[in-house]
C-alpha cells in the first residue's frame, strides 16, 4: 500500500504541470488582449519550456548534494506565483518574466518530488513512480479546459487565483514535510548500508541511462 505522502507529491505535480498544458489555452486571450501576433505569443510556451528543461538537471545536481528536499515548497509558490500573474501582466516583458519564473518552480520540483515518492515507494517503486507521474499527466490534460472556463468565467484576471492553488498545496507539503523527509531519508539509509555490505562494487550504468534517456 503506498504511503499517503506519494499522493501528496502526486498532487504537487499536478498543480506544477497543470501551468504548462494551461498557458497554451491562454494564448488565444493574451493575443486578444495584448494584439500580439502568433509567433510573439509562442514566445511565452517557448520560454517556459525552455527554461524549465534547461534549469531541471541543475536542481538535480543540487538535491543529491546538498539534500534539497524543502524546495518542493516554494517552487510550488514560484509555479503558482508565475502562471497567476499572467492575467495581470500589461506588458510583454512582464509575461516573459511571469512565464520565466513559473518554468524555474516547474524545473525545481520535479527532482525532489521524484526522489522524495522514490524514498517512500519503498518495494513499491514502480506503482508509486506512475502515481506520481499519472498526477503529472493529469494536471498538463486538465490545464487547458480549466483555465478557459475561469477565464471565461472570471476574465483573464482570473488565473490569478492560481496563487490560492499554489499556496495551498505549498502549505499542504509543508506540514507534512518533516514526515515525509523522515520516512524517505530512512529508507536511503538503508539502501546505502545495504550497498555497502554488498561484496559486489555499485557503479553508475551512464551507458544504459543513456539509452533510456534518449527513449
Same mark, same amino acid.
Not at 3 to 26: E, I, M, P, T
Not at 123 to 139: E, I, R, Y
Given at each position: 500500500?503506498?504511503?499517503?505522502?506519494?499522493?501528496?507529491?502526486?498532487?504537487?505535480?499536478?498543480?506544477?504541470?497543470?501551468?504548462?498544458? *494551461?498557458?497554451?489555452?491562454?494564448?488565444?486571450?493574451?493575443?486578444?488582449?495584448?494584439?500580439?501576433?502568433?509567433?510573439?505569443?509562442?514566445?511565452?510556451?517557448?520560454?517556459?519550456?525552455?527554461?524549465?528543461?534547461?534549469?531541471?538537471?541543475?536542481?538535480?545536481?543540487?538535491?543529491?548534494?546538498?539534500?534539497?528536499?524543502?524546495?518542493?515548497?516554494?517552487?510550488?509558490?514560484?509555479?503558482?506565483?508565475?502562471?497567476?500573474?499572467?492575467?495581470?501582466?500589461?506588458?510583454?516583458?512582464?509575461?516573459?518574466?511571469?512565464?520565466?519564473?513559473?518554468?524555474?518552480?516547474? *524545473? *525545481?520540483?520535479?527532482?525532489?518530488?521524484?526522489?522524495?515518492?522514490?524514498?517512500?515507494?519503498?518495494?513499491?517503486?514502480?506503482?508509486?513512480?506512475?502515481?506520481?507521474?499519472?498526477?503529472?499527466?493529469?494536471?498538463?490534460?486538465?490545464?487547458?479546459?480549466?483555465?478557459?472556463?475561469?477565464?471565461?468565467?472570471?476574465?483573464?484576471?482570473?488565473?490569478?487565483?492560481?496563487?490560492?492553488?499554489?499556496?495551498?498545496?505549498?502549505?499542504?507539503?509543508?506540514?507534512?514535510?518533516?514526515?515525509?523527509?523522515?520516512?524517505?531519508?530512512?529508507?536511503?539509509?538503508?539502501?546505502?548500508?545495504?550497498?555497502?555490505?554488498?561484496?559486489?562494487?555499485?557503479?553508475?550504468?551512464?551507458?544504459?541511462?543513456?539509452?533510456?534517456?534518449?527513449?
Amino acid at each position: 500500500m503506498l504511503s499517503k505522502y506519494v499522493y501528496g507529491l502526486s498532487l504537487g505535480h499536478f498543480v506544477v504541470d497543470f501551468s504548462q498544458g *494551461a498557458l497554451a489555452a491562454l494564448l488565444p486571450l493574451l493575443i486578444a488582449q495584448h494584439h500580439f501576433n502568433y509567433a510573439i505569443a509562442a514566445t511565452l510556451v517557448f520560454a517556459m519550456n525552455l527554461v524549465s528543461s534547461i534549469i531541471q538537471p541543475l536542481f538535480g545536481f543540487l538535491s543529491d548534494r546538498f539534500h534539497t528536499g524543502w524546495i518542493i515548497i516554494p517552487a510550488l509558490l514560484i509555479t503558482g506565483l508565475g502562471f497567476g500573474t499572467l492575467g495581470w501582466d500589461n506588458q510583454y516583458y512582464l509575461l516573459i518574466t511571469s512565464c520565466l519564473v513559473c518554468g524555474v518552480g516547474i *524545473a *525545481a520540483y520535479h527532482p525532489d518530488a521524484a526522489k522524495l515518492v522514490n524514498g517512500l515507494a519503498d518495494v513499491n517503486q514502480g506503482h508509486a513512480m506512475s502515481v506520481f507521474s499519472f498526477g503529472g499527466n493529469l494536471g498538463f490534460a486538465c490545464g487547458p479546459i480549466t483555465v478557459t472556463l475561469v477565464a471565461n468565467a472570471l476574465g483573464i484576471s482570473g488565473v490569478g487565483l492560481f496563487i490560492l492553488v499554489g499556496g495551498g498545496v505549498a502549505l499542504l507539503l509543508a506540514h507534512y514535510f518533516p514526515a515525509m523527509r523522515r520516512q524517505s531519508a530512512q529508507h536511503w539509509q538503508q539502501k546505502r548500508q545495504r550497498e555497502s555490505d554488498s561484496p559486489v562494487p555499485v557503479k553508475d550504468d551512464w551507458r544504459h541511462f543513456a539509452i533510456l534517456a534518449c527513449v
